[in-house]
């Protein structure tokens, strides 16, 4: 069968961006297993005839009426599937759905009728919000970095910004490049509504939110710019790892040294 990527180059360049992270997340080690979820929002590069074209599902209830995704298309990360094989092959690890019209149920279009992440009501509902909001964002991306996650065992991290303050003093670049810092979210059961509810809660105020002892969630402009925020984020839990491991409390970028990077880079935060 023809894939729907074929004569679409658009469309399979932000596909490919999609095969390109998840091979980053397996070889960082924040993909184990099946581990990890990634939904982009590809409506700007359907169609019309990707709109007429006949499901190769059923019908599957997303679970939550969301009316913003009205005509909207995704690509979605398979249930069960793992990361090292959708980098070699995402249009056999994951597929492209149609929201259907009641806004509480969705169709596969295309490659295969590979079943989306059981987490898609909380993906889809964070892209609900986005579009609700104007947001230019697209990208929503679930994995398991090591050394945040080794942060969030720690419960002095686990106050509102303190890892935010940790994380930006260890290097300039955390900063500049993940300005709105990194929310929290108490430990929630994995895949449960309140934990949905709880991360759409902290992605008012943030673009990335750890989950305690579990990993993390971001959004991002696509797919790639939303890796780059977490994995700037876990470069500065390295350094601060590493200090700690040197047998030192690393001294971090002072309260004045940020501040006026604030000023200089015109920073929201």
Same mark, same amino acid.
């Given at each position: 069968?023809?894939?729907?990527l ?20 397996w070889?960082?080690?924040?993909a184990e ?5 990634? @939904? ?13 074209m006949p ?5 599957k209830?997303i679970?939550v ?36 019209? *009641? ?7 295309a ?6 992440t ?41 106050g509102?910004?303190?890892? @935010? ?8 670049? @955390? ?27 902290e992605?008012?105020?943030y ?13 991002g402009? *696509? ?5 780059d925020?977490i *994995?700037v ?12 491991c ?5 001294e971090?970028?002072? *309260? ?5 990077m @604030? ?7």
């Amino acid at each position: 069968m023809k894939s729907i990527l074929e004569g679409r180059p658009a469309l399979a360049a932000e596909v490919e961006k999609i095969a390109e992270v998840a091979g980053y997340l397996w070889q960082n080690g924040w993909a184990e297993r099946n581990g990890g979820n990634i @939904t982009v929002n590809v409506t700007a590069h359907v169609d019309d005839e990707i709109r007429t074209m006949p499901a190769i599902s059923e019908v599957k209830q997303i679970g939550v009426t969301l009316p913003q995704l009205k005509g909207c298309y995704f690509y979605c990360k398979g249930t069960g599937k793992r990361m090292r094989d959708l980098a070699r092959r995402p249009m056999d690890n994951g597929s492209v759905i149609r929201i259907l019209d *009641d806004c509480a149920s969705y169709v596969i279009i295309a490659d295969n009728a590979v079943m989306p992440t059981s987490e898609l009501p909380s993906h889809l509902t964070v892209h609900a919000n986005l579009i609700e909001s104007g947001s230019p964002y697209t990208a929503t991306v679930h994995t398991h970095p090591i050394e945040l996650v080794a942060m969030s065992h720690k419960r002095e991290f686990l106050g509102k910004d303190v890892l @935010t303050k940790i994380l930006w003093s260890m290097i300039p670049e @955390t900063k500049a490049f993940c300005p709105l810092g990194l929310g929290i979210v108490p430990y929630t059961l994995p895949g449960s509504n309140e934990l949905a509810d709880a991360t759409l809660k902290e992605l008012q105020d943030y673009d990335v939110v750890l989950w305690e002892k579990h990993g993390v969630f971001a959004k991002g402009l *696509d797919v790639m710019d939303a890796f780059d925020q977490i *994995d700037v984020l876990s470069k500065s839990a390295k350094i601060y790892i590493n200090a700690k491991c040197m047998g030192y409390e690393p001294e971090g970028m002072s *309260d004045g040294q940020m501040a006026e990077m @604030t000023k200089a880079f015109n920073l929201p935060r």
